[in-house]
């Protein structure tokens, strides 16, 4: 892993927040717009370290509430912590498991927007919240985990094809050559 | 325990997270567009692919199809000439009545208006914006209504020098000065957001309680606060309520511009 696969993490996530905002269609058809940062802040806190984790707290965070109507810093923090948490103990999380993928990315999806929902109301933002606000959680969630995985799929491979790949083992060993000898 | 690249990690997080919460609300705002600048080749290689999409179906449209809409436009032209000779005598006559009763002379808003694309939506489901491409160099100022053919859309919230936030009806931040056009019934109230976010719908609240308001009475800006002139749709009563045990009432208002499908808006020019 070298610095290619943070910068392809941010890259990603600045593509993901143009369509979040260009494209409406889920938002028409379901009521809510899927957000697809969590799903990247699973990736980054699973296989980067924590600089890559705060850098698209900070970068991802940034970009969304620019284009949002949400004072600018407020989804930094909460995606701060979602990617703190998982990183913390990815040692005893089960990265290569889709059902483990998905169970994270779901939870992330959800927590996301409770978190910013939350700092917004103890602040001076009056949000939009109603009881339609849970069937957004919802969808939101259950779209965010179905997309967590193919985030991995789709980051995994990018990775693999603009990292330098390990050197393979060959079973050749010299010393167990069998030297012939031709007297 | 943490260890160096975490208290690094979270000590990076706090000071940016504190820096930009104690922005002054100016500078915030205006970093706040400066961010969002770095999306504009996006919007824009979106916009002008859209935009050769569109030229390439005309050029391909068969010639009979466009003679019958030059002629649908032409027939439509000429209704608004009639309807618009009809309202300038209209404006006389009223401007006449209003000399002889000794009223106040209404301030005629200036009909210019600015046509502007929407390229961008808010991402986050609790707040109801949308990003155009017009702004400070169109002339552009904060609280400008936003308009379709259809009716009422917000006012801009924000202005960069390229393109404008518009808060569209039914985000929190947006309060509407309303009247109920109706011919028995001229309430006024203040039309603000509904509880849930979903519907395309907008509550119309402190009207007097013994108020005949009916489903189907069309709602229009009253004009009240300055900012939207008067006389422009809002939407159409639907249902009306009690609320606080009975204390109050309000209606529910069905959105006459559909907020969902965007895709140009009129800028009004006071």
């Given at each position: ?160 094809a603009l990292n330098y790949q390990p050197i393979a083992q060959t079973s050749f060993r010299p010393d167990r050559e069998i030297k012939r000898n031709r007297r | 325990m943490l260890k160096k690249p975490q208290y690094i990690a979270l000590v990076l997080v706090a000071v940016v997270a ?253």
């Amino acid at each position: 892993m070298n610095a290619i696969t943070p910068i392809i993490v941010l890259l990603a996530a600045f593509i993901a927040i143009y369509f979040q905002s260009s494209f409406e269609m889920f938002r028409n058809i379901f009521g809510a717009q899927i957000d697809l940062l969590p799903a990247l802040m699973v990736y980054t806190s699973l296989t980067l370290g924590i600089i890559s984790v705060a850098l698209l707290s900070i970068i991802g965070g940034l970009l969304f509430d620019s284009l949002s109507a949400n004072p600018l810093g407020v989804s930094v923090v909460p995606l701060f912590i979602i990617g703190f948490a998982i990183h913390r103990f990815h040692g005893l999380l089960l990265r290569e498991q889709l059902s483990a993928q998905f169970a994270f990315g779901a939870a992330t999806s959800l927590l996301m927007p409770l978190f910013t929902l939350l700092i917004l109301m103890s602040g001076n933002s009056n949000p939009l919240v109603g009881w339609g606000t849970i069937w957004q959680l919802l969808v939101v969630g259950l779209v965010g985990g179905l997309l967590t995985p193919v985030c991995f799929w789709i980051l995994d491979r990018v990775n693999r094809a603009l990292n330098y790949q390990p050197i393979a083992q060959t079973s050749f060993r010299p010393d167990r050559e069998i030297k012939r000898n031709r007297r | 325990m943490l260890k160096k690249p975490q208290y690094i990690a979270l000590v990076l997080v706090a000071v940016v997270a504190l820096i930009i919460f104690n922005l002054p609300g100016e500078t915030m705002s205006r970093f706040k567009l400066a961010i969002s600048g770095i999306f504009l080749p996006l919007f824009g290689l979106a916009g002008s692919s859209q935009q050769v999409l569109q030229k390439t179906g005309n050029t391909i449209l068969p010639r009979s199809v466009l003679s019958k809409e030059s002629e649908r436009l032409r027939q439509e032209n000429e209704q608004l000439k009639i309807q618009l000779m009809q309202n300038a005598e209209l404006i006389s006559e009223n401007a006449t009545l209003r000399q002889s009763l000794g009223w106040q002379k209404q301030t005629p808003w200036k009909s210019k208006l600015t046509l502007a694309r929407v390229i961008g939506r808010d991402p986050a489901n609790w707040w109801r914006t949308v990003l155009i491409d017009a702004g400070e160099k169109q002339g552009l100022r904060v609280n400008y209504p936003v308009l379709t053919s259809d009716g009422l859309v917000g006012r801009i919230a924000a202005v960069g020098p390229n393109r404008a936030q518009v808060l569209l009806l039914g985000d929190p931040n947006l309060r509407v000065g309303a009247l109920i056009q109706d011919k028995d019934v001229r309430e006024s109230g203040i039309v603000l957001s509904s509880s849930g976010p979903l519907d395309n719908m907008v509550d119309f609240q402190y009207f007097s309680r013994n108020t005949a308001i009916k489903p189907g009475q069309p709602v229009i800006t009253s004009g009240d606060g300055g900012v939207f002139p008067k006389g422009i749709l809002i939407g159409q009563i639907v249902d009306i309520g009690s609320k606080n045990v009975g204390l109050s009432t309000e209606a529910r208002v069905k959105i006459a511009a559909n907020l969902n499908s965007l895709e140009e808006v009129w800028v009004m020019f006071p």
